[in-house]
């Protein structure tokens, strides 16, 4: 499904539209948030600006209209087969400056003490036992109204705000306590102690590009594997995009919806509770009519039964093309992990068929000013020839210092001033929340390195945090290893595999590649043991099966041969034991 966060001047009659579309697509969920501009129930009377919509009363008060709204749209949502998840409260509501997009709102917030509220600052809605039992009130109201409907799916508190967690642990007791249908709860972000509560059923996060993003694939499937792995408990991106301060329309006007695809099967074979979750449904899917993209996963989907046992990444397989004569062209590694200390010891593997072991590489290198999110990246080749290693460096916040070590030994040290005006920058913006500069390079910084194995170490010597977007090794990846991801995962009788050519994403779409047809490609799967499988190939666009064939196992894994394709092809292998 996707997310429809809120209606427009139409109201009721936008969702009649959306989920009717939807359920013809064989689509089964949808995110709606209930606030202040959308069926929100508690809110300021007479609250200025486009971010209210309602007969609010004020504090501890219900907008009734818009709680029969919600009635509505629940009913529409039956008829339609989809499930709905409520987003009760998103950051704005708690932003005391404006925000980008002028979505700060605790000036109209009802618990503002200055609208007759208890909290005198935002801080205090989640610590004053004033505030906790008006929000305790409310939930009451919503489970004794709506938790009745087999269409609710889940309770999410907030939408991108990181409550605490003894409030989250407070409010999902109460939820499950109340709740006789004991629907699901979580939150859009939370920390370790937030993820770790019994009473939060699963995961979420949200992921956009900021203008340099070529595709949602790699970073879904890779939070996926990393939050089932680490917490035990389903992960959800409930919201994703090319970009977070603008519509995917935008960077794709002709609706080829090569990203939204991505997203879709990504998360969907990588452990994802389901397709990820696009955002941009009203000025993207349902003008350009992009609902199509739903029904091929969804029949797919219907194939297999997810429910039956537990599913395991597989992590040891190899996709080979023997033609030909082997050649070498670059390895690139997109710096993947957002803002904040990535889990593990960001020690990374890179190795020439393109696959780089050690989880996601983050984007930031903080200096020893943020020592408690300080990463500083360690790189493992192993070169057969002389090689240039690159770091594209992005958006420097007031001033760093890249270092980069080969062995242990300073192989270059760079400065990246930022400032106003002309520069050593591409553009500079000034951060006037934080009385300093950020300023744009997209510059490559570039170290050589002769044959054998070396460990690279970048980071940040001095200044604030700077971004980079992405790691390079030249004459690396052997054509032996086609420029395609491998996604699998297995179940005790069953595999799923989705092969994806790298160069099909939204950029080489706009720029007029024609997507490549991959032929002649085997991929052996190691940690498959039995000894054959039926395996049926699966056209992921027109939501049909191609072939079905019999593969046969050996000590060295079992062995496919690929269909040829174009873009990306998945397919679901049954095991026979032995």
């Given at each position: ?177 109340i709740d006789p249908y004991r629907h699901l709860v979580s939150n859009t972000y939370g920390t370790d102690a937030v993820w770790r509560l019994p009473t939060v059923d699963f995961t979420m996060n949200h992921h956009y590009g900021d203008g340099g ?319 054959k499988a039926q395996v049926t190939w699966w056209d992921t666009r027109k939501g049909v099966a191609l072939v079905t064939e019999t593969a046969i196992g050996g000590k060295d894994g079992l062995m496919l041969k690929v269909p040829a394709f174009r ?12």
């Open positions: 499904g996707e997310n429809v966060g809120w209606a427009g001047d139409r109201g009721t009659y936008e969702y009649e539209d959306w989920y009717t579309a939807l359920g013809k697509a064989k689509a089964n969920w949808a995110r709606v948030w209930m606030v202040a501009n959308n069926m929100g129930l508690e809110w300021t009377p007479s609250a200025p600006g486009r971010w209210s919509r309602g007969e609010y009363a004020g504090v501890g008060r219900y907008a009734l209209d818009n709680a029969e709204r919600v009635d509505l749209m629940l009913d529409i949502a039956r008829k339609n087969g989809i499930a709905v998840m409520l987003c009760l409260g998103t950051y704005g509501d708690l932003k005391e400056d404006a925000g980008y997009f002028g979505e700060g709102n605790w000036k109209n917030n009802p618990y503002n003490i200055a609208n007759g509220g208890p909290c005198h600052s935002p801080a205090e809605f989640f610590t004053l036992p004033a505030a906790r039992k008006l929000y305790r009130q409310r939930l009451r109201y919503l489970v004794a109204r709506y938790a009745h409907s087999p269409q609710l799916f889940a309770w999410e508190f907030w939408n991108e705000f990181t409550a605490p967690a003894p409030w989250v642990d407070e409010m999902s007791r109460y939820l499950k306590t993003l070529r595709d949602s694939a790699p970073i879904i499937a890779a939070q996926n594997m990393e939050m089932t792995t680490t917490y035990k408990k389903p992960h959800l991106m409930a919201e994703f995009g090319i970009d977070w301060k603008k519509s995917d329309r935008d960077s794709d006007p002709k609706g080829h919806a090569i990203n939204f695809h991505n997203g879709l099967w990504a998360s969907a074979m990588t452990r994802g509770m389901g397709g990820a979750a696009l955002w941009w449904w009203d000025n993207y899917v349902h003008p350009l009519n992009l609902y199509h993209e739903f029904t091929p996963l969804a029949d797919f989907a219907a194939r297999i039964p997810w429910a039956e046992s537990d599913w395991t990444p597989l992590t040891r397989f190899a996709l080979h093309q023997e033609s030909g004569p082997e050649t070498f062209s670059d390895l690139v590694v997109p710096a993947q992990y957002g803002w904040g200390k990535p889990p593990g010891a960001a020690e990374y593997t890179l190795r020439p068929d393109g696959q780089v072991t050690g989880g996601m590489v983050t984007q930031f290198l903080y200096s020893m000013g943020k020592a408690d999110l300080r990463t500083t990246p360690r790189f493992h080749l192993d070169l057969k020839r002389r090689a240039k290693f690159s770091v594209k460096v992005g958006q420097v916040m007031t001033g760093g210092t890249l270092k980069i070590s080969v062995d242990g030994a300073k192989a270059l040290e760079k400065e990246f001033p930022t400032g106003e005006g002309k520069g050593p920058w591409k553009s500079t913006e000034a951060m006037t929340e934080y009385n300093t500069w950020r300023s744009t390079y997209d510059q490559d910084v570039t170290v050589e390195l002769p044959p054998g194995k070396h460990v690279v170490m970048v980071e940040n010597a001095a200044g604030d945090w700077m971004q980079v977007s992405e790691y390079r090794v030249s004459d690396y990846r052997s054509s032996r290893y086609p420029m395609a991801r491998v996604y699998a995962q297995r179940s005790p009788r069953q595999v799923v595999v989705w092969i994806q050519d790298e160069r099909s994403n939204w950029v080489e779409d706009a720029a007029g590649v024609k997507p490549q047809e991959w032929k002649g490609l085997t991929l052996r799967l190691s940690e498959i043991t039995a000894p873009r990306d092809i998945a397919a679901v292998l049954a095991l026979t034991p032995g």
